[in-house]
């Protein structure tokens, strides 16, 4: 993972060789493992080995004119395997990727929509602002909301966009603050002051979109007392970690499984409730392979009674991205118009395999993914996609 | 500093080294300077002052000018000390007339500023020409030397180096970790790139060692210390216990067929854990010495202390001890020749290719075994389903050239990988595919043999493999799938194959570094071991009288270690022939007048080189032992021992001169 991000900021591929992430690059040994490890790499004119070559011999406008980096879902599988540590996710391939979408012809529909959307509305559907915190109604525990209770807070938990309106993103909001209420977590959520993160809006570096709302967010901080910020949203949490980062954001942030993990030991006791579920667990990219946490989630997993864990194929960093990263949440109708197989379609294959009968992810965006991937395998109904946190509810209620 | 009238006539000297010295530090400018330095009446620069000008012009200088002491500014003490105290011998002067400045390593190669470093090298040459007006004359003193040799290490490499030795008539205890010689080579079915049968190659070596008179072989057995200095080391050697009487064993085999285990139950070291053995086994047929061992963790008696001793009664020689201890041993040498290999890179450590966890993923070592006639199936390629694989990937670079695992290119994987391709060809007649990054094949007839190989039509594919997984369109998910881009056809590729070959690199052995400590020698980080110099001085160490053999300084092939060996074998019998070595006179000694015998340096010494005289009540130094450190110098409270070459008038004028900086025009100011 790159050490000092905020280096780069206003680092542009014209200055990029200079630095000293430009050394990496220029240590790249053309060996082809970012490409073989794409998920997206068969589809690729441009996979990252070719753009450095590219880019080395001063081709980069070819680049460009190709939708190679528009296929790239920021799974982090290329980085997390080059041999020479080449921060490729992280840097290259984002400024390569908004150089691309700048020169596309035609922004494909879906993405143009969600990033107009989050621009306007704060969120990638669309939906009114007012309705973030929407998804309280019929909770029946109490959630503080800053702009009414501006108390200072030890959390402050970044609800984002999915679990706020998607009705399933919405159940694992619900099972948080129920979970933080049961572990006496003195928590906050920012309510209707929220906007996306910006994660759809880290398909560029740091320009247009994806300033303009961590300029929002980050005015909004400043404006409460807290200790820590926790998320659901492995993307979020991505975007505070590496973007906001750039910006000056200080705070300490983690996502919602690693903060319960710390609380384990109050934790393990509550859940009572046996499940008898042969689960597999989907580690996804901004979690496990960008952050490392890939035995946190297991270990809750296994805390909870009656559940057997069997693995994928591809687990932990060798984990393949359910395509909903780097803008592919928008792009589903894209790739199917140049007969790419959804990535979703593709690991639920590998899911199914193992025979479990409830997928467990840790991340929104998988949900209605997931979802969708088993109705097209026809596998809907004898399997069930769970985010972890409604797992342990089920464990803990009574 | 005082002009000692005339008496003290110091020649200056700075090389340009080039223009290593010269592109950094204005080399004229430092000799203009040093002439106006007090007592020194010659001052000169020139391009290479370790060149025989160079140094002859020392020599006139001393005797033209009556020089009485001399400088030098050039690279490190550690390369060219020596010839300049030789150079100033030769003119006529005691050697240690002469002090050496660093002008490359510690000024011109680690700074940016032509300016500021040339000003450095002014107050570097100011201290040492201050200094060296204090030099005393010093003696070097001989010591002999023990003519007895330890090989640490059983490999191709120590081996080579034992019978070296022997056959020149000096005595080597040869001392390998495990129950038998060999190493690594002994797993080999051929070697590249000659294709010679590795057993064909070494057993006869094995048996020569075994049979040498000069040989003193010592197998599972180890070294725990080392005590002592060149010409006269003090070696302690465990032996561990085998649970066999060595001197009885004939290697007759009886107690395994006796074994209360009717079955070899447990998995075997020497085959990878491809085959079994029983808790009292033979290591491999052609195993040296032949004599059997007894694993404790996997006998009963050892483990319940309820076996029938089978074993025991079996042998008609009496050999079995089950109640056998480890035994130490000290032995004196006076050199020590390190020969302890590599270990293949654990390929779990690359989790993405699948090694425990997909049956048909094997690592190259593993295959060796395959493939040898005398292994597991006796050389039947037959997988762990009982399968023959039809289609073979060979995966290079497994944990080499990678920085999660080792940077370095392991130098012998791209040949040993063809050579696998073309003797599992040989064996299944598969497809055999190659994935490499870059084919790597220096060396005399390597090429040649890449050539002969690949024209037996193997597949090579220029891509580093990206992952491996069974292939869904095989029902029985046995079939893996290896994918990689094929970067000469820019295509992301999918191979179906039966069996994978992961070409593990060479890395260091686990406890390279506490070896390392135990014989205070040197190693990178990484754990291999450092030669004196990597162009001059090969098989040296930074530590007299230790030398290096084999894959224990760096991943080489056969030819390298023996030549290796060879060459570490030649540098002891140098130093053994010439009967004596010459220690450094840098020594620290007790002035017996001041010392008040308070012992407080003795504990000190990390060398035990102090030992208190209860009749004098005076400490005493053993010259031979004292390397030189410093500690009881600056511990001593009554400032009564003095060390030669640092004796306070010395250590004093020179930082005199590193202070004494205002009689130079500063041409440049800091900010
Ligand atoms: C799969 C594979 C195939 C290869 N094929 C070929 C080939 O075809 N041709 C070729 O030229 N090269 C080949 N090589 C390289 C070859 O193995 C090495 O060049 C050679 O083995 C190096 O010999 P060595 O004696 O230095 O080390 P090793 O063979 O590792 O021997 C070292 C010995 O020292 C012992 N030892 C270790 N530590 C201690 C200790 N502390 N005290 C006492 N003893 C100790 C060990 O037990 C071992 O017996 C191959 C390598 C691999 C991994
Ligand atoms: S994996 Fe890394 S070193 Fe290899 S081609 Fe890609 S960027 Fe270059
Ligand atoms: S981040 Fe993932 S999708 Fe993007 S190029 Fe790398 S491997 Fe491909």
């Known amino acids: 993972m790159i050490a000092d991000i905020e280096s780069l900021r206003g680092v542009t591929l014209e200055t990029l060789y200079d630095t000293p992430e430009g050394r990496l690059i220029k240590s790249c040994i053309q060996c082809g ?173 740091e320009s247009g979109l994806a300033e303009s709302l961590v300029d929002y967010n980050m005015a909004i901080f400043t404006k409460y007392k807290f200790n820590q910020l926790v998320t659901s949203d492995p993307h979020a949490l991505d975007a505070f970690l590496y973007r906001y980062k750039m910006f000056g954001f200080k705070a300490k942030v983690t996502h919602v499984i690693p903060f319960l993990w710390q609380y384990f030991d109050k934790l393990k006791p509550m859940l009572i409730n046996k499940l008898h579920y042969s689960v597999t667990y989907h580690d996804s990219c901004c979690l496990g392979r960008h952050n490392g946490y890939y035995e946190e989630p297991r270990e809750i997993l296994k805390a909870i009674p009656g559940i057997k864990i069997t693995e994928m194929v591809h687990n932990r960093s060798n984990s393949i991205c359910c395509g909903g990263g780097g803008g592919g949440m928008w792009l589903d109708t894209y790739f199917k118009s140049q007969n790419i197989e959804r990535l979703s379609d593709n690991r639920i294959k590998e899911a199914i395999e193992t025979g479990a009968d409830v997928l467990a992810v840790a991340c929104p965006y998988e949900m209605p993914r997931f979802e969708d991937a088993l109705k097209v395998a026809g596998y809907d109904g004898k399997m069930v996609v769970k985010d972890i946190t409604e797992l342990i509810l089920e464990s803990m209620e009574d | 500093m005082e002009k000692k009238n005339g008496q003290i006539r110091i020649g200056f000297y700075i090389c340009h080294c080039g223009s290593n010295i010269a592109s950094m530090v204005d080399v004229a400018k430092v000799s203009e300077y040093a002439a106006s330095l007090p007592n020194v009446v010659v001052s000169k620069d020139y391009k290479y002052m370790c060149s025989d000008p160079g140094q002859e012009m020392i020599i006139n200088d001393i005797k033209e000018n009556n020089l009485t002491r001399v400088v030098v500014a050039a690279c490190s003490p550690f390369l060219h000390e020596n010839t300049f105290r030789n150079a100033t011998f030769q003119g006529g002067l005691n050697q240690f007339y002469f002090q050496m400045v660093n002008t490359r390593e510690h000024n011109a190669w680690v700074h940016l500023e032509a300016m500021a470093t040339t000003e450095k090298a002014l107050d570097l040459v100011r201290a040492a020409i201050y200094r060296v007006a204090e030099h005393k004359p010093l003696e070097r003193k001989k010591v002999p030397i023990h003519p007895d040799v330890l090989v640490l290490g059983g490999g191709i490499a120590g081996i080579h180096s034992a019978l070296t030795l022997a056959n020149a008539g000096k005595k080597v205890y040869l001392v390998e970790r495990e129950p038998t010689i060999g190493g690594h080579m002994a797993m080999f079915d051929k070697t590249f790139p000659t294709l010679d049968c590795a057993a064909c190659i070494l057993t006869p070596k094995m048996s020569a060692v075994k049979n040498h008179p000069n040989i003193v072989l010592w197998t599972y057995a180890e070294i725990v210390g080392l005590d002592g200095f060149v010409g006269s080391y003090k070696a302690k050697i465990k032996h561990k216990p085998r649970y066999i009487i060595e001197e009885l064993c004939v290697g007759c085999n009886d107690c395994i067929e006796a074994c209360v285990y009717k079955e070899a139950r447990f998995l075997d070291e020497f085959n990878q854990g491809l085959s079994k053995r029983k808790p009292v086994y033979m290591p491999f047929p052609q195993a040296t010495p032949q004599i059997v061992l007894i694993d404790p963790e996997t006998c009963i008696h ?51 290719y699948g090694y425990g966890n997909f049956p048909g993923v094997y690592t190259a070592l593993e295959v060796e075994r395959l493939i040898n006639a005398s292994g597991p199936t006796q050389g039947e390629v037959v997988l762990r389903d009982g399968s023959h694989p039809k289609t073979i990937g060979i995966v290079h670079c497994v944990g080499s050239r990678d920085k999660h695992t080792n940077q370095w290119c392991s130098r012998v994987c791209c040949l040993y990988s063809v050579k696998l391709a073309h003797l599992l060809k040989e064996h299944t007649g598969a497809d055999i595919y190659n994935f490499y990054i870059d084919m790597r094949t220096p060396g005399k007839m390597m090429e040649e043999f890449y050539n002969r190989i690949a024209e037996e039509g193997m597949k090579f594919i220029r891509g580093r493999v990206a992952d491996i997984y069974p292939d869904r369109d095989d029902p029985q998910r046995k079939r893996l799938i290896v994918k990689a881009e094929d970067t000469l056809i820019q295509e992301i590729i999918k191979i179906p194959v039966d069996m994978v070959v992961l070409s593990t690199g060479l890395e260091p052995r686990e406890d390279a570094q506490e070896v390392r400590r135990m014989l205070n020698i040197t190693c990178s980080t990484e754990g291999f071991y450092i030669e004196r110099h990597p162009k001059l001085a090969p098989v040296n160490t930074f530590t007299d009288g230790i030398f290096l053999a084999g894959c224990c300084q760096g991943p080489k092939d056969i030819p390298d270690t023996v030549a290796q060996a060879g060459a570490a074998a030649a540098e002891v019998l140098a130093l053994i022939d010439k009967g004596y070595i010459e220690i450094e006179p840098n020594t620290a000694y007790i002035n017996e007048e001041e010392c008040s015998g308070c012992k407080s340096c003795v504990p000190l010494c990390p060398y035990t080189a102090i030992s208190y005289i209860e009749e004098k009540k005076k400490a005493f130094i053993n010259e031979a032992l004292c390397k030189g450190c410093g500690t009881c110098v600056a511990a001593c409270p009554s400032g009564s021992i003095i060390q030669n070459l640092f004796e306070d008038e010395e250590i004093f004028s020179e930082i005199e001169g590193i202070l004494n900086f205002r009689n130079i025009q500063r041409e440049m100011s800091y900010a």
């Open chain 2, 302 to 352: 050892f483990k319940s202390a309820k076996c029938s001793q089978t074993c025991v009664t079996s042998c008609e020689r009496n050999a079995v001890d089950l109640q056998q201890q480890p035994r130490f041993e000290e032995i004196e040498v006076g050199t020590v020749i390190v020969a302890t290999g590599f270990k293949p890179v654990d390929a779990r450590k690359v989790p993405y």
């Open chain 1, 33 to 205: 493992t970012c490409a073989g490890s794409c998920p997206h790499g068969e589809y690729m004119e441009y996979p990252p080995r070719r753009i450095i070559k590219m880019m080395q011999l001063g081709l980069l406008d070819k680049v460009f004119d190709s939708d190679s980096m528009l296929k790239c879902v920021n799974c982090y599988a290329c980085m997390s395997k080059c041999p020479r540590e080449i921060h490729l996710t992280e840097v290259l391939l984002q400024l390569i990727k908004e150089q691309t979408i700048m020169r596309l012809p035609v922004v494909p529909q879906e993405l143009q929509k969600a990033l107009e959307n989050s621009y306007r509305y704060g969120n990638p559907m669309g939906e009114s602002g007012r309705k973030r915190i929407n998804w309280m109604q019929n909770l029946d525990v109490p959630v503080r909301i800053l702009s009414q209770n501006s108390q200072p807070v030890d959390v402050l938990w970044f609800v984002e966009s999915y679990p706020s309106y998607h009705p399933r993103g919405q159940d694992t909001a619900r099972a948080i603050a129920k979970i933080f209420n049961r572990l006496n977590v003195d928590f906050a959520i920012l309510g209707n002051e929220e906007k996306s993160a910006g994660e759809c809006g880290m398909l560029s570096w």
